[in-house]
C-alpha cells in the first residue's frame, strides 16, 4: 500500500499544480505535498525496518533496504527543497525572471520529477526503471530551460541530447539484460523483475552480462556525471533554477548511480569476476581527479558546486567499484551526506546570488555582513563538502580512502591529491565570498534558511554518531549489493 | 511459412534498415530525412508482425501495432507539422564529405557486428546477424547525430537511434514486455513533444535552429 | 557442341544486333515520358546506316591508334556481350566469362577510347579524356566489389556459374545482393553516360563527358563508336539482368528452353529500358564535382552489401 501511497502523492501533486500552480500559494502547496511524499515514504520506511523485504502489486514494486533508504533521502531532499523554492521562486518572480505559466510549469514539473525519481527506485522492473530515469530527463528538461536565455536553452539542449543518447545506450543494456534473461527464465513479464533475476543470476550467460554492463554503466553513467559523459552537468546546473540545481545534485545522480548499481549486483552475480568493480573504480577515479582539477577554473558559483558533484559521485562510484561491506557502507553514507550537504550549498548559493544578482563568484562578496545566515550557511557548508571533520562527508571519505589504501594502495594518491586540489580551489572561491567586502542588495522575500541548517545538523550529526539502526539498515544495504 | 523462409525475411528487414539508416546519414534534405524515418518504421512494423507470426507471441502483434501508429503515422505527422510551423520544410543541410562518413559508417557496422558476434549464437528466435545490425543501425545514428549541426536532424537521429533499439529488442528477444513498450512509447512521444516546443524556444531565442549558434557554454 | 557453338555465334550475333533496338527503346520511353513523340525505335539503325554511307575524315594529325580504336573498342564491347550469359549458362565462351575479366575487357575499350581522344591534342578531347578517366577510376572498383557478392554466394568469379547458381538453386533472399544491385545500378548509369553523371542527348561543352571523347570522329567510326556505346548499355543491362533477376535463363541448349529464355529476356530488357528512361526522367543532372560523391557512395553500397552476406549469412 505504502509504495502506491508514496507515488501516487507526487501525481496527484503533478495535477493539482498543473492546474494551479500559477499561484502565489502554489509553493506552500507544493512544499505541503512534498511533505505528505515525505511521511508516505517515512511509513514506508517504518514497515521495510520492521518487516524486512517486500514486494507488491503483483511483485511490480520491490522495497528493501537498499532502496528505502534512497526513498527516504529523495522524499526528505524533495520537501526540504520545495520549502526552500518556495520564497526563491517568489523572489525570482519579483525579479521579473519567470511568470506565472512559467512558475505553474516550474511547479507540475517538480512534482513529476519526484515521481520519476520514486518510481525509479521503487519499480522492480528494469525496463520500468528505465522508462523513469528517461521520464526525469523529460521532467527536468523544461525546468533546465526555465529562464529562456540563451545560455538555460543551451544547457537545456545539452542535457536533452547527451542523457537522450546516454540513457540509449542503457536502454541497448537492459535489452541484452532481458535476451541473457530470457535464456533462463523464459519470455513474458517476469524476465526483467529484478528479484528474478537476482534469484538466478548465477545463471546468466556471462558474455552477454558483460556487453549489457558495459552499455548500462555508458548509458546511467551518463546521468551520474561520471567523466568523460559529465559535459551536460555543469551547464545544467548552473543554469536551471537553483532548486532544480539541488535536487539534480541531491537526487537525480544518486538515483542514476542506484539504477546502476542494481545492475551491477546481476553482473557481478553472473560474472563470478571484478570486472564490473574495476570498471566502476576506473570511471570514479578518472571523475574525481579531473572533477576536482576542473574546479579551479570555475567562475560561476553553481558551476563550481556542479563540478564538486562530479567529483563526490566519483568518488562513491569508486567506493562502490571497489565493493565489499566497509566500502559500500561508506558509499551508502556518502551518498546520503552528499545529497544532504550539497543541497544546502545550492540553497545558499541560491540566495547569495540572487542577493548579487550574479552567480559569478568575483561579484558575490562578503556574505557574512550582509546576512551572516547565508554567509555562516555558505562557510559550513563548504567545509561539510570538502570534507571536514566532524562533518559525514569525512566520516565516509575517511572510511572511503582508507579501505583504498588497504585493497587498492595504486589509488590513493590519486584520490588524496585530488581532494586536496579540491580543498584548495573550493576554499580559496569560498573565503572572498563569505567574508570580503559586501556588494549585497536587499531580497523581496526572506530567504527559507531553515533546510540549509537543518541538512547541516543532519550531516554534522551523521559525523559524529550514526544512529544503530541506520547503521544497521546501511550494512543490510552493503550486505545486500556485497 | 517455412523457418527458412521467415529467417531469410528477417534478414532482408534487417538489411533494410541498415539500408535506411545508410541513407538517412547520406541524405541532405528534412523533409526526405522525415519520409526516411517514416519507411524505417514501417519496416520497423512489418518485421515486429513477421517475428509475432513465427513465434506465436500475441503481445508483438500489439507492439507491431504501436509501432505503426506511433512512428509511421504520429511522429512523422508531428514532424511534418514543426518544420512546417519553423518553416524549415525545403532547408537543405551542408554535410562536408559524405563518402567519408559512409566509410566511418562501414566501420561503425564491422564494429556493431563484431561487438555482437560473441553473444548473437545464443539468440534464441532469429538469425545470428539481426543483433549486430541493431548495434549498427543504432551507432549510425548515433553518427548522425554527431554530423548533423541542426536541431531536426539530430532529433530525427535520436528518434532513428531508438528505432534501433526497438529493432534489438524484436530481434534479440520476443520483444520487451508490453508495460515497458509502451512507457518507452510514452517516453519517445513525450520526447518529441518537448522537443517540438523547444525548437520554438531555441528559434526565439537564437533565430536560427543551427546547433553551431548555440555552443557559447564552453569552459571558461 | 556443335550445336553450343551455333547457338553461341547466334546468341553473339543477336546481342550485337539488338543494342540499338535498346538504345532506341530507352529513347522512346524517355520520349514518352516527356510526352514528345520521339523518333521511333529504329532510329539508331537509321543513324548507323547513315553514317556507314558518309566518308570519313580523319584529323591529319592522328595516329594509327586514333584509327584503330574505334574497332578495338567495338571489337572489346564485342567480346563482353558474348560471354555474358543471357539466353543459356555454360556455352562455349562460358569460361572465358570471369567477371574481373570482364571489367578489364570494359577498361580495354575505355583506354583506347581516352588515349585517341587525347591523341588528336584538342582540348575538348583531353578534357574528356580527363573527365572519363576520373569516373573510370572510381565506378570500377565499385563494379568489382558488386560482382564480388554474387560470386561469394556462388563460390565462384565466373559470370556463367554465379548465373547458374542463382537461378537454379532453392529461392533465398539475399540481402546483400539488394546493396549490390543499387550499387551496381548507380555504376551502370554512370560507366554509360546516363543522366545522373552525364547527359547522352547533350553536346553542351561544358558538362559533356562522352561525347566529347568522339566530338574528332565522324561517318563509319563515329558509327563504331556509337555501336559499342549502344552494346555497352546493352551488356551492362544484361549483366544486371543475370545477376539480379535470373529466372528463366536456359540452362542447356535445349530448343524450347532457349525460346522461352528468349522471351524472358526480351521481356526483362524491355522493362529494365522503361525503368532507366523512368530513373533518368525523375532525377537531375548532378555537377561533375559531385560524380565522386556519387560513386563512392555506390562503392560504399557494394562494399556494405558484401558486409551484410558476410556478416549475415557467411558460413550459415
Not at chain 1, 208 to 215: D, G, H, I, K
Not at chain 1, 471 to 479: D, G, N, P, S
Not at chain 3, 182 to 191: D, G, N, P, T
Request: aromatic share 10%.
Amino acid at each position: 500500500m505504502y509504495p502506491l501511497l508514496v507515488l501516487l502523492t507526487p501525481i496527484a501533486g503533478a495535477v493539482i499544480l498543473g492546474l494551479w500552480g500559477h499561484r502565489a500559494s502554489a509553493g506552500g502547496v507544493n512544499a505541503a505535498i512534498s511533505l505528505l511524499t515525505l511521511i508516505a515514504a517515512a511509513l514506508l520506511t517504518a514497515q521495510v525496518v520492521e518487516y524486512g523485504p517486500m514486494l507488491a502489486f503483483d511483485e511490480l514494486f520491490f522495497v528493501d533496504s537498499f532502496n528505502v533508504f534512497l526513498v527516504a533521502l529523495t522524499a526528505l531532499v524533495g520537501f526540504t527543497t520545495a520549502l526552500f523554492s518556495r520564497p526563491y521562486m517568489l523572489i525570482e518572480m519579483h525579479h521579473g525572471r519567470i511568470n506565472a505559466r512559467r512558475l505553474r510549469l516550474y511547479h507540475a514539473s517538480y512534482q513529476l520529477f519526484m515521481f520519476t525519481m520514486l518510481l525509479a527506485l521503487l519499480t522492480n522492473n528494469l525496463g520500468i526503471m528505465w522508462v523513469a530515469m528517461e521520464a526525469a530527463t523529460l521532467a527536468t528538461v523544461l525546468l533546465v530551460s526555465l529562464y529562456r536565455t540563451p545560455a538555460s536553452l543551451e544547457a537545456a539542449w545539452k542535457y536533452f541530447i547527451l542523457c537522450g543518447v546516454g540513457i540509449a545506450q542503457a536502454l541497448f543494456g537492459t535489452v541484452l539484460m532481458y535476451f541473457a534473461s530470457e535464456q533462463v527464465l523464459g519470455a513474458g513479464g517476469t524476465a526483467l523483475l529484478w528479484t528474478h533475476l537476482d534469484a538466478v543470476k548465477s545463471q546468466l550467460e556471462p558474455s552477454v552480462l558483460t556487453l549489457a554492463f558495459v552499455f548500462l554503466l555508458v548509458g546511467y553513467g551518463t546521468k551520474v556525471g561520471l567523466v568523460p559523459l559529465h559535459s551536460w552537468l555543469p551547464d545544467a546546473h548552473a543554469e536551471g533554477p537553483t532548486p532544480v540545481s539541488a535536487v539534480l545534485s541531491g537526487l537525480l545522480l544518486n538515483v542514476a548511480l542506484y539504477a546502476l548499481v542494481r545492475n551491477k549486483v546481476l553482473a557481478d552475480g553472473a560474472l563470478g569476476s571484478d570486472l564490473t568493480g574495476n570498471l566502476m573504480m576506473g570511471f570514479g577515479l578518472l571523475s574525481v581527479v579531473i572533477a576536482a582539477f576542473s574546479l579551479s577554473r570555475q567562475q560561476d558559483a553553481k558551476r563550481l558546486f556542479a563540478y564538486s558533484s562530479v567529483e563526490h559521485m566519483g568518488l562513491i562510484t569508486f567506493a562502490f567499484g571497489m565493493g565489499g561491506p566497509v566500502a559500500t557502507f561508506a558509499a551508502l553514507l556518502h551518498m546520503t551526506v552528499h545529497s544532504l550537504t550539497k543541497s544546502a550549498i545550492f540553497f545558499v548559493v541560491g540566495h547569495a546570488s540572487q542577493k548579487a544578482g550574479t552567480q559569478m563568484m568575483d561579484s558575490i562578496r562578503g556574505l557574512v555582513d550582509t546576512n551572516p545566515t547565508i554567509g555562516w550557511g555558505l562557510m559550513l557548508g563548504s567545509l561539510a563538502i570538502l570534507g571536514m571533520p566532524p562533518f559525514g562527508v569525512f566520516a565516509s571519505e575517511f572510511l572511503i580512502i582508507t579501505t583504498a589504501m588497504r585493497e587498492h594502495p595504486w589509488a590513493t594518491p590519486f584520490l588524496l591529491a585530488a581532494l586536496g586540489v579540491a580543498f584548495a580551489a573550493v576554499f580559496g572561491k569560498v573565503q572572498p565570498m563569505v567574508f570580503g567586502e559586501t556588494t549585497g542588495r536587499r531580497l523581496p522575500h526572506p530567504p527559507a534558511i531553515l533546510p540549509v541548517f537543518a541538512h547541516l545538523a543532519l550531516v554534522l550529526v551523521l559525523g559524529v554518531y550514526i544512529p544503530p539502526y541506520l547503521a544497521q539498515w546501511y550494512r543490510q544495504a552493503a550486505a545486500l549489493i556485497g | 511459412m517455412s523457418a527458412s523462409m521467415s529467417t531469410q525475411l528477417i534478414n532482408l528487414f534487417a538489411s533494410l534498415l541498415l539500408l535506411i539508416a545508410f541513407a538517412m546519414l547520406a541524405q541532405r534534405r528534412v523533409l526526405s530525412l522525415i519520409h526516411l524515418f517514416a519507411w524505417q518504421g514501417a519496416v520497423l512494423a512489418l518485421n515486429t508482425t513477421l517475428v509475432a507470426f513465427v513465434t506465436d507471441q500475441h503481445h508483438l502483434y500489439y507492439s507491431a501495432l504501436l509501432t505503426l501508429v506511433l512512428k509511421v503515422i504520429l511522429l512523422p505527422w508531428i514532424l511534418h507539422r514543426l518544420i512546417d510551423k519553423l518553416n524549415v520544410r525545403w532547408d537543405v543541410e551542408t554535410l562536408v564529405n559524405i563518402p567519408t562518413t559512409m566509410l566511418i559508417g562501414v566501420v561503425l557496422v564491422i564494429i556493431g557486428f563484431n561487438v555482437a558476434m560473441p553473444i548473437s549464437h545464443l539468440s534464441a528466435t532469429v538469425t545470428r546477424g539481426t543483433l549486430g545490425i541493431a548495434l549498427a543501425s543504432v551507432l549510425l545514428s548515433f553518427m548522425m547525430m554527431i554530423t548533423r549541426r541542426k536541431a531536426v536532424p539530430q532529433v530525427i537521429g535520436f528518434l532513428a537511434m531508438e528505432n534501433g533499439l526497438f529493432f534489438a529488442a524484436t530481434s534479440a528477444t520476443y520483444g520487451m514486455p508490453l508495460v515497458v513498450e509502451l512507457g518507452v512509447a510514452l517516453d519517445v512521444l513525450v520526447g518529441t513533444f518537448i522537443f517540438g516546443i523547444f525548437t520554438f524556444h531555441l528559434r526565439e531565442a537564437f533565430d536560427s535552429l543551427d546547433i553551431e549558434h548555440i555552443e557559447k557554454l564552453k569552459e571558461r | 557442341m556443335n550445336e553450343a557453338i551455333a547457338i553461341q555465334v547466334a546468341k553473339t550475333i543477336l546481342v550485337v544486333l539488338l543494342a540499338p533496338l535498346f538504345t532506341g527503346w530507352v529513347n522512346q520511353c524517355r520520349a514518352w515520358l516527356q510526352n514528345r513523340r520521339g523518333p521511333g525505335l529504329l532510329q539508331p539503325y537509321r543513324a548507323l546506316r547513315k553514317l556507314f554511307h558518309k566518308d570519313a575524315i580523319v584529323a591529319h594529325r592522328a595516329s594509327f591508334l586514333f584509327r584503330a580504336t574505334p574497332y578495338i573498342r567495338f571489337g572489346s564491347m564485342v567480346l563482353a556481350a558474348s560471354i555474358i550469359p543471357t539466353l543459356v549458362t555454360g556455352l562455349p565462351i562460358a569460361p572465358a566469362a570471369d567477371v574481373i575479366a570482364l571489367v578489364g575487357i570494359f577498361a580495354l575499350g575505355r583506354v583506347f577510347m581516352a588515349l585517341a581522344a587525347m591523341d588528336i591534342g584538342t582540348a575538348f578531347g583531353t578534357m574528356g579524356a580527363r573527365r572519363e578517366m576520373l569516373i573510370a577510376f572510381l565506378a570500377e572498383p565499385a563494379l568489382l566489389m558488386v560482382f564480388f557478392t554474387p560470386a561469394l554466394i556462388s563460390q565462384s568469379t565466373s559470370l556463367s556459374t554465379i548465373v547458374h547458381t542463382l537461378a537454379y538453386q532453392p529461392f533465398v533472399i539475399h540481402p546483400g545482393l539488394a546493396f549490390a544491385a543499387l550499387a551496381f545500378l548507380m555504376v551502370l548509369l554512370a560507366e554509360n553516360a546516363r543522366i545522373p553523371i552525364d547527359n547522352p542527348a547533350t553536346h553542351l561543352e561544358l558538362t559533356m563527358i562522352h561525347e566529347a571523347l568522339m566530338l574528332e570522329y565522324s561517318a563509319r567510326h563515329l558509327a563504331l563508336m556509337d555501336w559499342a556505346s549502344n552494346l555497352k548499355l546493352l551488356a551492362y543491362t544484361t549483366i544486371g539482368v543475370a545477376l539480379f533477376v535470373p529466372w528463366g535463363i536456359a540452362r542447356a541448349v535445349d530448343g524450347s528452353a532457349i525460346w522461352v529464355a528468349l522471351l524472358c529476356l526480351l521481356a526483362k530488357l524491355a522493362a529494365a529500358g522503361a525503368a532507366l528512361a523512368l530513373l533518368e526522367t525523375l532525377s537531375a543532372k548532378l555537377r561533375i564535382f559531385r560524380a565522386p560523391e556519387f560513386l563512392a557512395m555506390a562503392f560504399l553500397l557494394a562494399v556494405l552489401g558484401l558486409l551484410t552476406h558476410v556478416l549475415l549469412e557467411g558460413a550459415a
